[in-house]
Every structure is written in C-alpha cells, then in structure tokens.
C-alpha cells in the first residue's frame, strides 16, 4: 500500500504564493494522481490531476494560479500555487491512485483510498 507524505503548507498573505510536495513510497504511482483540499466543513474536493503522459485537469478555481507537476522517477508530485486567495485555505491532500472514466461525454475522476495527512495552507493577511 502506498505511503504519502505531503509537505509545503503554511500561512502566506493574499496574493503569495506556496509550492506543496507529496512524496510516495510503498508503490509506483499510478496513471494520473492528483491534488485535492478540504476546508472546514466542506467536503473534499479535486484541485488537480496529472497523467502520467503529462497531460493535466484542474479545477475552474485552480485554473491559470495553480500548476500541478510530477517526477516518476522520484515518485513526487507537486502544486505550485500562485495569487492565493483567503478562499484557497484548506488541508491539502495528494491522491497516488486516481481513476478515470468516461460517461456521457463527462469525464469522471476517483480517488483511490489511501491519503497522507495533508498540509495545512492558510491565506490570511
């Protein structure tokens, strides 16, 4: 079972900028992994998502601030967050073990079950 370990969180001003890493071990990462936050109480919703091919999806939100990368070699992934907003603060998780389908025209996107513990971003002035 895969190990993550997400790190890069903290207080930073409106307008800053942040760069999260998540690290994995126990097992190669799969096809697409991703990012996803939960702010307080709100459910859990998807940030971004990278393909192995390179090939990315974000979140409206996330869209021309937020740039996801990876490095298969290292099994890392990373978001670097740019003009965050106070609405941006979250727990930030990163998913190893994303699926994708197809339905309708609509593409669907499902975490796998293992998370590490997150990392706090707050953007507060």
């Known amino acids: 079972q895969v190990q993550l370990v997400e790190s890069g969180g903290g207080l930073v001003q409106p307008g800053g900028s942040l760069r999260l890493s998540c690290a994995a071990s126990?097992?190669?990462?799969?096809?697409?992994v991703g990012w996803y936050r939960q702010a307080p109480g709100k459910q859990r919703e998807l940030v971004a998502i990278?393909?192995?091919?390179?090939?990315?999806t974000y979140a409206d939100f996330a869209k021309g601030r937020f740039t996801i990368s990876r490095d298969n070699a290292k099994n890392t992934m990373y978001l670097q967050m740019n003009s965050l907003k106070p609405e941006d603060t979250a727990v930030y998780y990163c998913?190893?073990?994303?699926?994708?389908?197809?339905?309708?025209?609509?593409?669907?996107?499902?975490?796998?079950?293992?998370w590490g513990q997150g990392t706090q971003v707050t953007v507060s002035s």
């Open positions: 990278i393909a192995r091919s390179g090939s990315t």
């Open positions: 126990g097992s190669i990462f799969s096809i697409y």
């Open positions: 998913n190893a073990d994303i699926s994708r389908r197809s339905s309708g025209g609509t593409t669907y996107y499902t975490a796998g079950g293992s």
